[in-house]
Nanobody, 115 residues
């Protein structure tokens, strides 16, 4: 099982980024996937989850209306489109899947929102 994030970087407040999580080694289409983030000096925070079909999504209140989670089961990817970024969105972003009762994490991708 492998999850690999990409797409992070430095962006100005109000800008946008699109993160991607590429999955391999398991039947991706059968599992929900989540994005989490961890800011410096803080604990890891849940951001969004998408179910296995892509039909149900949930978000933490602080990103509702700004972030969109989506998936492509043909490509084994889950994306996080982040718009109207704020300084407080600065964090390392991780994707997570629970596969056969084991929690799997990617290595993370850094997002920095700064002018």
């Amino acid at each position: 099982v492998q999850l690999v994030e990409s797409g992070g970087g430095l962006v100005q407040p109000g800008g946008s980024l699109r993160l991607s999580c590429a999955a391999s080694g398991f039947a991706f289409r059968n599992f929900a996937v989540s994005w989490y983030r961890q800011a410096p000096g803080k604990g890891r925070e849940w951001v969004a989850t998408i179910d296995n079909t892509g039909g149900t999504t949930n978000y933490v209140d602080s990103v509702k209306g700004r972030f969109t989670i989506s998936r492509d089961n043909a490509k084994n990817t889950v994306d996080l489109q982040m718009n109207s970024l704020k300084a407080e969105d600065t964090a390392t972003y991780y994707c997570r899947a629970v596969v056969l009762q084991a929690i799997r994490w990617g290595q993370g991708t850094q997002v920095t929102v700064s002018s």
